[in-house]
Every structure is written in C-alpha cells, then in structure tokens.
C-alpha cells in the first residue's frame, strides 16, 4: 500500500510540473504577430508549389534527368 501512495504522489508531483512548465510557456512565448503569420504562410505555399512541381524544377541538382518510364 505503502508503494500505491508514493506513485500516486510522483504521478502528482509530475502533473503539478507538467502545469508549471505550460504556464511558463505561455508567458514566455508570445503569439505569431500578423507579419510573421504572413511570412509562414508564404514559406508553407511555395514549399507546397515546390513540392507538387518537383518533376519539373529538381531542388538539388538542375542536370538531373529523371528515368523514363520503361
């Protein structure tokens, strides 16, 4: 019973840590302003163009002539 009671502290102990570092977090980083949401966005759709049109503009090396299909 002994070992029952000191888990269900450590899980306690744990929880009430879990909260203080979620608190922190909240303190100490401040929401995205409105540029930087822009910013993201831009970065997150060129990305996506870039990965949808990759057969047509290789990232790494422009000479990479792709097999065709057999």
């Known amino acids: ?3 029952n009671t000191n888990t269900m502290l450590e899980q306690e102990r744990q929880f009430e840590h879990d909260l203080s570092y ?10 995205p302003t409105g540029d ?13 163009v870039l990965k949808t049109h990759n057969h047509l503009h290789p990232l ?11």
């Open 1 to 3: 019973m002994k070992t």
């Open 22 to 31: 979620a608190e922190f977090l909240k303190q100490n980083n401040p929401e």
């Open 36 to 48: 930087e949401l822009d910013d993201m966005e831009k970065v997150f759709c060129k990305a996506k």
């Open 60 to 70: 790494n090396n422009l000479y990479y002539q792709p097999l065709k299909g057999a």
